[in-house]
């Protein structure tokens, strides 16, 4: 072999040749290969792994101790409460492993008081059930009589003829058309009282989709009140009602629904102690 200096340039006849850390022309890489029982170790292995792996599945979802053997529902005061457990207790003693719960909470969802079902899974066997539960908004009459909330859903049969602390929603088509429409009015008029005036409210008559009128528990007048500014025109007629009254004598129907006005109609055989009276107008 020639040597050059470092300055020098090659000559172009002279042949090199580049070693590393061996013979002359050795490659970089390595192949390195497996013998037959090696192959037949790794492949053995690799299925006791996963046999060993199903029967531990098996076993987990066979264990009596993940086995579902109680159920709580919570609020604990829910008036749904033995509705829910009963319709959960059909999964008793399925796995919790395997158990799907998507088909329990749509399920529950079907019943009339539920809004919404929340389900979790606490290991190793408790199955929590949390309920949003739908409030009461007033009775519904369509001929027959349904606690209803405030999206129009039918909760129950109300009982005829029983005092009820919510207000009666009434259609003289027992709400046969515009149903959604009328049951937001109503919920409209009712969602902006505080709750002392609202308890007052007897019956909400929803006939016409375009204005309210209601009558209060304790007075015999028909109120119309339009389709808004419910609180305010309903304090207006607290404050002037007697006036009214002692002015014109027994009062039939108020109609509040222009701004600054009150027409009122009297009641039959009305006595009118003022000379003025006839004229059905008050500022």
Known sequence: MRAFPWSSPVPADVELHFRRGGHPGQG??????????QALLFVLLQAALFTGLQRLCLFLLDWDHLRLNRIEVIP????????????????RSASLLALDTS???????TLPWIKEARIRKVFPSTLRIEVMVRRPMAVLDRGALFLVDEEGVLLEQAEEGAPSRWPLLSDRGEFQEDYQAK??????????LPAELRARIERIDLSDVGCVSLKLRDD????ILGTDGFAVKLNIYNRQAAHWAAFFGRLKTVDLRIADRAYVR???????PHPAAGRGEVM
């Open 28 to 37: 970089l890489r390595r192949k390195v290969g497996l013998r037959f029982y």
């Open 76 to 91: 604990e005061q829910s008036q749904v409460k033995d509705k829910v457990k009963k319709a959960a207790s059909h999964f």
């Open 103 to 109: 088909p329990l909470a749509s399920e529950l969802e």
């Open 183 to 192: 049951i937001a009015l109503g919920r409209s008029c009712l969602s902006g």
């Open 220 to 223: 015999p007048a028909e109120i």
């Open 266 to 272: 009297l009641a039959a055989g009305a006595a009118r």
